[in-house]
C-alpha cells in the first residue's frame, strides 16, 4: 500500500462552515430526512460506501496509522458495517410511537412517546479509529433523521480526505456535509450552534467542546478517554487473561481508547502472569522482526518516549524506541509508583504498566480513588468478585475479556465522570440523536367547569378529588 494512491483533500463547504449549516437546516426544514425510507436510503447508503471501498479505507489507515490490513478490517471496517446492519434491522422498531398508559383524571385521551429528529447536529472524530468513530455516530444520527455535520481528524488526514471525497457521493448530499480542519475549525461549527454534538477524543479537548458548545446550548455526547484498568484476580485463567490483554494492548499500536491501560495482578500469581505475558508479547510481534509499533506522529511518540525515559519501574520487556520510524517496542514496566507518568497519564501507546494487590478491596480502592475510568476489566470466574468489581463506577465492565462490549450493539456504550457523557451504539445511539417527545390528545368532553376560576370551595374539594 502506499501514500500515493490516496486521494488529495478534497475542497469541501470546509471553506464556508456557515454556509454549510445553512444549507443543512434549509434539508432538515422540508421535512425529508423524517421518512423510513429516507433513513433507510442513507443507511444503505453508508453500507456501499464501505463495501466498495474497503480496499481504499485500509489503505488510508495504512497511510495514517501503518495499521496492517488485518487490523483496518477488525478496528474500522467489520466495527462499522456491524452498527450499520444492526441499524438497518431495527429501524422500523425504533421509530415506532411508543403508547404510553394514563391516569384515570387523564381519560379519556391517548398518550405516547416519539422520537423526533433533532436537527442539524455535528461529529467530531478523533484519529485513533478514523473511520468507524466518524461513521458509527454518522449511522446513530442518520437512523434518527438528523442532517449532519461531519469534523473528522486532521490527525488523520488521508481518512479525513477520503471521507470527505467518499460521503457525498453515497449519502444526501444536501443532508450531510464534512468540513475538514483542526481544533479551530471545530471550535468556529460549534459557535454556530448545533441540536446535538457528539465528540470523540481526550479528555481535556472535551472540556474545550463543552465550553464551546454552552454559549449555543448545543447539547453534547462526549466519549472521552482514561486508564482502563485490568484486575487479574488470584483466580484467573493467566494463559487467556494475558493473550487477550496482550491482544488489545497491540491492536492500533495501543492507541485505543478502551485499550487496557494498566494491570493489578493478585501477587500470588504475579511472577506466572509477568512471564506469560512477556511470552505473548513476544509471539504476537514475533513477524515484526524485533520493530517496535508505530505512533500515529511525532508528538505522541516524544510523550511515550519521555514517559519511559523517566519511569522509576523495571523495565521487564521491551523499552526501546526508534525516533526516526516513531516506534516504540511493547514494554511492559514492573511497579511503577502512583505518581509515575505511566500510572497518571493516559498511555495511548504500547507500553503496559503492571503493579501488585494483596486484597481485592485495595485494587478497588485504587481505581476508586482515580477518575472513573471508560472500561474496567476483570479476569476472574468467583462469582462473589464479579458482583464486587462490577459496583465499581466505570463506562463499561468486561469481565474475561477486553473491549469486546464496544461490539455489542445492544449495549450503550459511553463513559461516565472523566471517561465521558452520554452514549451511543445501536438504539442507544439512535435516542442519543433524538429527541424523545411526549405528545398527550385530549378529546374536547367532557370539560368540567369546577376546574375554571373563579373558584368556590365546593370546586377545590372536587378539584381534590380528582387531581
Ligand atoms: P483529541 O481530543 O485530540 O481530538 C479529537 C477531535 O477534537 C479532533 O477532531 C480535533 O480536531 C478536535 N479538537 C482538537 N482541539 C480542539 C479544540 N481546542 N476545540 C475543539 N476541537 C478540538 O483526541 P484524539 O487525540 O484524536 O484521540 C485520542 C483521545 O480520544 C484519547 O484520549 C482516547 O481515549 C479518546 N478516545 C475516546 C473514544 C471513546 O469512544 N470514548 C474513542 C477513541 C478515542
Known amino acids: 500500500m502506499s501514500e500515493r494512491t490516496i486521494p488529495r483533500p478534497t475542497t469541501t463547504a470546509a471553506d464556508d462552515p456557515r454556509a454549510t449549516v445553512e444549507r443543512l437546516r434549509r434539508t432538515f426544514r422540508t421535512g425529508r430526512t423524517r421518512s423510513y425510507e429516507w433513513r433507510e436510503e442513507q443507511l444503505a447508503g453508508l453500507a456501499r460506501l464501505v463495501e466498495e471501498n474497503e480496499d481504499r479505507i485500509a489503505e488510508a489507515l495504512h497511510a495514517d496509522l501503518g495499521r496492517t490490513r488485518a487490523e483496518a478490517w477488525l478496528g474500522d471496517i467489520s466495527s462499522t458495517t456491524g452498527e450499520i446492519a444492526y441499524a438497518r434491522k431495527h429501524l422500523r422498531r425504533w421509530m415506532r410511537k411508543r403508547r404510553s398508559p394514563l391516569p384515570l383524571n387523564q381519560r379519556p385521551a391517548s398518550a405516547w412517546i416519539q422520537y423526533d429528529p433533532l436537527g442539524t447536529v455535528l461529529i467530531i472524530g478523533p484519529w485513533n479509529y478514523p473511520v468507524y468513530l466518524v ?97 487479574v484476580h488470584e483466580d484467573a485463567d493467566l494463559e487467556v487473561a494475558a493473550r487477550r490483554i496482550a491482544w488489545l494492548k497491540l491492536m492500533n499500536s495501543g492507541q485505543t481508547c478502551i485499550a487496557p491501560d494498566f494491570v493489578l495482578v493478585h501477587r500470588s500469581v504475579r511472577e506466572r502472569f509477568v512471564e506469560i505475558l512477556r511470552t505473548t508479547l513476544t509471539e504476537f510481534t514475533a513477524d515484526r522482526d524485533g520493530a517496535g509499533l508505530r505512533i500515529v506522529n511525532r508528538r505522541q511518540f516524544d510523550r511515550l518516549a519521555s514517559y519511559l525515559d523517566r519511569t522509576g519501574g523495571t523495565v521487564a520487556l521491551g523499552g526501546t524506541v526508534d525516533a526516526e520510524r516513531l516506534e516504540i517496542a511493547p514494554t511492559v514496566v514492573l511497579d511503577p509508583a502512583p505518581d509515575d507518568a505511566v500510572m497518571v497519564e493516559e498511555l495511548f501507546g504500547p507500553i503496559l504498566p503492571v503493579i501488585t494487590y494483596a486484597a481485592l478491596a485495595d485494587a478497588i480502592d485504587y481505581i476508586e480513588e482515580r477518575p472513573k475510568p471508560l472500561a474496567l476489566y476483570c479476569f476472574t470466574s468467583d462469582r462473589a468478585v464479579r458482583d464486587r468489581v462490577a459496583q465499581v463506577s466505570a463506562g463499561g465492565v468486561v469481565f474475561n475479556h477486553i473491549a469486546m462490549h464496544v461490539l455489542v450493539p445492544q449495549l450503550p456504550f459511553g463513559g461516565v465522570g472523566d471517561s465521558g457523557m452520554g452514549a451511543y451504539h445501536g438504539e442507544w445511539g439512535f435516542q442519543t440523536f433524538s429527541h424523545r417527545k411526549s405528545v398527550l390528545a385530549k378529546t374536547v368532553w367532557p370539560d368540567p367547569r369546577f376546574v375554571y376560576p373563579p373558584y368556590t370551595d365546593k370546586a377545590l374539594r372536587l378539584m381534590r378529588r380528582f387531581f
Open 135 to 231: 461513521l458509527s455516530p454518522l449511522v446513530a444520527a442518520l437512523a434518527a433523521g438528523d442532517c449532519v455535520v461531519v469534523k473528522p481528524s486532521e490527525l488523520a488526514p488521508a481518512c479525513s480526505s477520503l471521507m470527505a471525497e467518499l460521503l457525498p457521493r453515497y449519502v444526501d448530499p444536501q443532508a450531510v456535509a464534512v468540513v475538514e480542519g483542526d481544533g479551530a475549525v471545530t471550535q468556529e461549527l460549534l459557535s454556530l450552534g448545533f441540536d446535538h454534538a457528539l465528540f470523540t477524543g481526550g479528555t481535556e479537548i472535551g472540556r474545550k467542546i463543552m465550553a464551546g458548545a454552552a454559549p449555543t446550548l448545543t447539547p453534547v455526547t462526549l466519549e472521552l478517554g482514561g486508564k482502563s484498568p485490568v484486575i
